[in-house]
T-cell receptor
């Protein structure tokens, strides 16, 4: 049974057209993460939520926003996608922050910007 | 700065053994993870080391030396399905995961 679900798996948008990616989890984990991963590169953490506490990485562009309306769901909003935002977006969860809990990843959403 | 180094690509033969190395320089250390990532898919957890030594889990083993800032992932009896990228990640003093770029492992028959 899928534990971290991401929709859609593939998203195509036009340059400058806002897009929202979604993530849901059935693990009841406190922490949810959004990563951006470009081809042959390490995943880059964009932000994470500990419960409702939002934590933005210092170098995450303002173009990226996130919402976590409840424990199970988290959204990534890209307000004005540029060609450089084409990437795989990974959602992950962990039971706690500040510990050694494993992060569980969703299947990812591959974003194409035309 | 924080840095994780792994070889970009390795090639091995089906049935053989391969060792993927990872060296790290991070601000603090709270453990090292290895993840497997097939092309176009999400990373999946393989192992976690926080103490020095070898942890064996079936065909996969992971080794850590904290004094040397070094780890390796050992894959035995290689199968074609082991073709994937292998990502090393270190949990730093702030419990942030610092990721390597991954090693692409190509298995040949």
């Amino acid at each position: 049974d899928a534990m971290v679900i991401q929709n859609p798996r593939y998203q195509v948008t036009q340059f400058g057209k806002p897009v929202t990616l979604s993530c849901s989890q059935t693990l009841n984990h406190n922490v949810m993460y959004w990563y951006q991963q470009k081809s042959s590169q390490a995943p880059k953490l964009l932000f994470h939520y500990y419960d409702k506490d939002f934590n933005n990485e210092a170098d995450t562009p303002d173009n990226f926003q996130s919402r976590r309306p409840n424990t199970s769901f988290c959204f990534l909003d890209i307000r004005s996608p540029g060609l450089g935002d084409a990437a795989m977006y990974l959602c992950a969860t962990s039971r706690e922050r500040g510990g050694t809990d494993t992060q569980y990843f969703g299947p990812g959403t591959r974003l194409t910007v035309l | 700065g924080q840095n994780i180094d792994q070889p970009t690509e390795m090639t091995a033969t089906e049935g053989a053994i391969v060792q993927i190395n990872c060296t790290y320089q991070t601000s603090g250390f709270n453990g090292l993870f290895w993840y497997q990532q097939h092309a176009g898919e999400a990373p999946t957890f393989l192992s976690y080391n926080v103490l020095d030594g070898l942890e064996e889990k079936g065909r996969f083993s992971s080794f850590l030396s904290r004094s040397k800032g070094y780890s390796y992932l050992l894959l035995k009896e290689l199968q074609m399905k082991d073709s994937a990228s292998y990502l090393c990640a270190v949990l730093d003093s702030n419990y942030q995961l610092i990721w390597g770029a991954g090693t692409k492992l190509i298995i040949k028959p």
